[in-house]
């Protein structure tokens, strides 16, 4: 495995459903990241791990739970999510090196659709 | 206003058409900028980085002006394989902002 590894590449699940995307990524990098792309919007970063520590939390519902047990792992826990919610996941990882982020790499994505 | 604002498109061209993207960004203090390209339904890939000095790669230049806080990236002799969404990014320290992007669509 290389690069960064997104799993599952689709998912559909109900209002009242419990979720885990997953994320990892083969580069040595230290930083990892979680951006949501809705249809005809921007890629919103949702989460920034650095470190292992959550350094960046961009005001998301709480029905949006990360979790950063290694450098290389990262997951997104869904509970109880809306319609809205429909969009692609993206997962990134890169490397600090104190003076800056480099070599950001993207996952393929989890494409998820909420009924 | 929006951190990274970008033409809306899409771009409608023939082969062999010169393209220009436009961006700007609101962030003074932002320390890098790229140009990612998007095929439909895949993940975002860097095509290039952006110097104040202009840098070429192929057919593809990237400008960027820092004191109008703007980023161009011209494309010659588009092929058909250029259709995607191009994003314009900027790195204010740490994260990736992204601009909406803007779809070009190459026709034979």
């Known amino acids: 495995e290389t690069g960064v590894t997104q799993t599952p590449r689709h998912l559909v699940m109900g209002m009242t459903n419990k979720k885990s995307l997953k994320c990892e990524q083969h580069?040595?990098?230290?930083?990892m990241y979680w951006y949501k792309q809705s249809a005809k919007k921007p890629l919103e970063l949702m989460f920034v791990y650095s470190l292992e520590e959550r350094v960046e939390n961009n005001s998301v519902p709480s029905r949006f739970s990360p979790e950063c047990p290694n450098s290389s792992h990262l997951f997104l826990h869904l509970h109880t999510l809306q319609p809205e919610d429909s969009a692609l996941y993206l997962c990134a990882s890169s490397q600090d090196n104190g003076e800056g982020y480099y070599g950001y790499t993207f996952g393929s994505g989890t494409r998820l659709t909420v009924v | 206003r929006k951190e990274v604002e970008q033409d809306p498109g899409p771009f409608n061209v023939p082969e062999g058409a010169t393209v220009a993207f436009n961006c700007t960004y609101s962030n003074s203090a932002s320390q890098s900028f790229f140009w990612y390209r998007q095929d439909c339904r895949k993940e975002p890939k860097l095509l290039m980085s952006v110097y104040s000095s202009g840098n070429e790669d192929g057919r593809f230049t990237a400008q960027l002006n820092r004191a109008s806080q703007y980023i161009s990236l011209l494309i010659r002799d588009s092929k058909l394989s250029d259709s995607a969404t191009y994003l314009c990014v900027v790195n204010p320290w740490g994260k990736l902002i992204f601009g909406q992007g803007t779809e070009l669509s190459v026709k034979p």
């Open positions: 580069l040595g990098h230290n930083a």
